[in-house]
C-alpha cells in the first residue's frame, strides 16, 4: 500500500478510478531478490511413515511435490493477477518431517525490480497440496497450515 496523507493508505494495485491495475514497476532498479515460504501439512505418523519407505501408491510423494512446486513457482504470474512475469534464477523446495507432520520451504531468487514473496507462497502452497493429493486416500485427517513469508530480502548489485 501507497501512503496517501493522513493516515489514508490507497491499494497499490488499485489505480486513481479504482479499478485493478498492475504496479509498473519500470522505474525501479533491478536488486537481487529472495523471499522464503513455509507451511505444514499435519498427518498421522504412519502417513509419515509411508511417505519415508516411498510407499505410497501414487508414488514418491516428496519428489513429485518438489517437482509441482517448482512448477507452480514458475507459474506464478499465470495464476495470480497481477503478479510480475520474473526472471527466476532459482526454486528450491524443501521439506522436513517432524512430530505432527511435514513442513515444505520454497526459497526463490531472481534479479529484478519486484520482490518474489508470491512465487515462494505459491511453490510451498502447490507443494503441500501435492502431497495433500497423492496421500489423501491413507490418511483422512490431513490439515495444511501455516503457510507464510518467513523471510524476504532485497540487495544493491555490485
Keep these: 500500500m501507497k501512503e496517501t496523507g493522513k493516515n489514508q493508505q490507497q491499494l497499490s494495485h488499485?489505480?486513481?478510478?479504482?479499478?485493478?491495475?498492475?504496479?509498473?514497476?519500470?522505474?525501479?532498479?533491478?536488486?537481487?531478490?529472495?523471499a522464503l515460504?513455509?507451511?505444514?501439512?499435519?498427518?498421522?505418523?504412519?502417513?509419515?511413515?509411508?511417505?519415508?519407505?516411498?510407499q505410497v501408491k501414487k508414488g514418491n510423494v516428496l519428489a513429485v511435490a518438489r517437482i509441482a512446486g517448482i512448477q507452480a513457482a514458475k507459474a506464478t504470474p499465470a495464476l495470480i493477477p497481477l503478479c510480475h512475469t520474473l526472471p527466476l534464477d532459482s526454486v528450491r523446495i524443501d521439506f522436513e518431517f517432524g512430530r505432527e507432520g511435514v513442513t515444505a520451504s520454497c526459497r526463490v531468487a531472481c534479479q529484478a525490480r519486484t520482490g518474489v514473496e508470491m512465487e515462494a507462497l505459491t511453490g510451498v502452497s502447490v507443494a503441500l497440496l501435492t502431497v495433500y493429493d497423492m496421500c489423501k486416500a491413507i490418511d483422512k485427517a490431513l490439515v495444511l497450515e501455516n503457510i507464510r513469508l518467513m523471510e524476504k530480502k532485497k540487495e544493491d548489485l555490485t
Design 14 to 34: 488499485i489505480d486513481d478510478r479504482g479499478n485493478a491495475s498492475m504496479v509498473d514497476v519500470g522505474n525501479k532498479g533491478i536488486q537481487k531478490r529472495t
Design 37 to 54: 515460504a513455509s507451511g505444514l501439512i499435519r498427518m498421522a505418523a504412519a502417513t509419515m511413515q509411508s511417505i519415508r519407505e516411498d
